[in-house]
């Protein structure tokens, strides 16, 4: 096997265009279930909001591309708006089922065939990152030793990671005025806040609007990064990821859902390279397994690692056991 490649696109993925996605994601749950304890099981919803928010306005309604991204983060505040109105009075748990579904109906919307002159159906949309990569300063690859991208995935790289830094800075700044105090104490009982005279309500929405913009920027990069939406990339499953790579890293963590996109996504390109890699020159006979199957048995390993995690230590890799408990009255 060629170990130099398999760890190459290892570390590749250490710091790819998913890592960026996935971290963005993270960071908005991060402020979500972290940091005030709700239940969002609909960040996918956030995401493909903002992504079809800016693809719309520049390939169907030939608008700027700035003001696309206003539109997308427009989006993005409506939809918390629509989901906290009728739920953040009620228990944890109602949140979280009306956010999935809420989620998977934006996904359909955006796939029907009605719609299709507008969202472009199950094909999507493309032509909008244009402007975007005009911007590119690179001409030429980017990057050193194993960490060498194109110029257009350098590009995409460069904006993300600035864009994770600086989310990073925001939620370390929000956590650390009377604001977060107020957010963390939520999650650690909402009656005793409300004795305060504290307006519970009003800081549960300001944390779903916030957490949902700082997942916004997740869905810009990975439109830009693809150059186009499609409906089915945001299914429950990036959700689902988005809670694992927070859990990995260490819920209420400013950088634990970064670290732990990383790792998640450094995991699983090492795990599928060395199944590829065995398979190929037969270590795993062919009525094991063959290189169909190498995709779904490296998420069965890297999951069984992820749940030895969550037995022998349950807060993940930064975390504190403490912060993974929440009020869900």
């Known amino acids: 096997m060629d170990w130099g490649l398999i760890t190459g696109d290892a570390l590749r993925a250490l710091v ?16 979500h279930f972290g940091y005030t304890g709700l239940l969002n099981f609909g960040q996918a919803g956030f995401l493909a909001v903002a992504a079809y928010g800016l693809a719309t306005t520049v390939t169907i309604f030939g608008l700027p591309f700035w003001f696309g991204i206003v539109v997308g983060f427009a989006g993005v505040i409506v939809l918390a708006l629509l989901l906290g109105v009728p739920t953040l009075r009620l228990r944890a748990d109602y949140l979280a089922i009306v956010t999935i579904a809420a989620a998977e109906i934006i996904r ?22 244009n402007d975007f990569y005009a911007l590119n300063p690179y001409t030429d690859d980017v990057g050193f030793g194993p960490f060498v991208f194109s110029s257009r995935n350098g590009w995409v790289l460069t904006v993300g990671w600035v864009l994770v830094v600086i989310a990073c800075l925001i939620v370390w ?10 957010i963390k104490a939520i999650r650690e009982d909402e009656d005793a806040v409300r004795s305060l005279g504290k307006n519970v309500y009003y800081y549960k929405m300001q944390s779903l609007i916030i957490g949902g913009l700082l997942g916004a920027l997740g ?24 809670y694992t790579i927070l859990i990995l890293g260490g819920a209420a963590r400013v950088l634990g859902p970064v670290v732990g996109s990383m790792i998640f ?43 030895l995690l969550l037995v022998y230590r349950p807060q993940g890799i930064f975390g504190d056991r403490k912060e993974i408990a929440l009020d869900a009255r």
């Open 173 to 182: 700044a929000l956590m650390r005025s009377p604001w977060g105090r107020v």
């Open 265 to 307: 996504w450094c995991l699983l390109q090492l795990t599928a390279g060395t199944l590829e890699g065995l398979v190929r020159t037969g270590a795993i006979p062919t009525w094991l397994m063959d290189s169909n199957d190498v995709g779904a048995v490296r998420f069965m390993l890297v999951g069984l690692a992820l749940l």
């Open 16 to 31: 790819g265009s998913e890592a960026v996605v996935f971290a963005l994601a993270a960071i908005g749950l991060n402020v």
């Open 219 to 242: 869905g810009f990069v990975f439109a830009l990064a693809q150059a186009a939406v499609q409906p089915d990339l945001y299914s429950p499953n990036l959700t689902f990821f988005a």
């Open 108 to 129: 359909l919307i955006f796939r029907s065939v009605t719609l299709r002159d507008t969202f472009g159906g199950s094909n999507g949309i493309s032509g909008f990152s």
